[in-house]
C-alpha cells in the first residue's frame, strides 16, 4: 500500500557529501515515521537516521554531526544529507517508513566512498 523509491545514491570520496531521497506513495497516513537503514556486505541492516510526522529525530552515533535527516511532508520526502563522508559509511541505504506496525522497505541505493 505504501511504495518507496530512493534515489540520489552513488560514488562519493572521504570527506565528501551526498544527498539521499525518498519519496513515499500510496496509503500514508499522517501519522507516521520514516528513516533509513544501511546494510553493508557481510552486515546486519542498522538504523542511520529516524524522523517523526512533526520533526522528531533520531541517529545512530556513528552519523552523529555528520548526516542530517529531514522530511517535507507535502511532497512526501524524506533526505539524509550525508557529510563528511567515511569510507564505513559504504553500504547499500534503505528507506523505510512505518506506521501502526506497518512497515515498507524502498528497494535500496548503493553508496560507495572511496578513501
Known amino acids: 500500500q505504501v511504495q518507496l523509491v530512493e534515489s540520489g545514491g552513488g560514488l562519493g570520496q572521504a570527506g565528501g557529501s551526498l544527498r539521499l531521497s525518498c519519496v513515499a506513495s500510496?496509503?500514508?497516513?499522517?501519522?507516521?515515521?520514516m528513516g533509513w537503514y544501511r546494510q553493508a556486505p557481510g552486515k546486519q541492516r542498522e538504523l542511520v537516521a529516524s524522523i517523526t510526522s512533526v520533526g522528531s529525530t533520531n541517529y545512530a552515533d556513528s552519523v552523529k554531526g555528520r548526516f542530517t535527516i529531514s522530511r517535507d511532508n507535502a511532497k512526501n520526502t524524506v533526505y539524509l544529507q550525508m557529510n563528511s563522508l567515511k569510507p564505513e559509511d559504504t553500504a547499500v541505504y534503505y528507506c523505510?517508513?512505518?506506521?501502526?506496525?506497518?512497515?515498507?522497505w524502498g528497494q535500496g541505493t548503493q553508496v560507495t566512498v572511496s578513501s
Open positions: 500510496g496509503s500514508i497516513l499522517k501519522i507516521n515515521v
Open positions: 523505510h517508513y512505518r506506521d501502526f506496525g506497518l512497515d515498507y
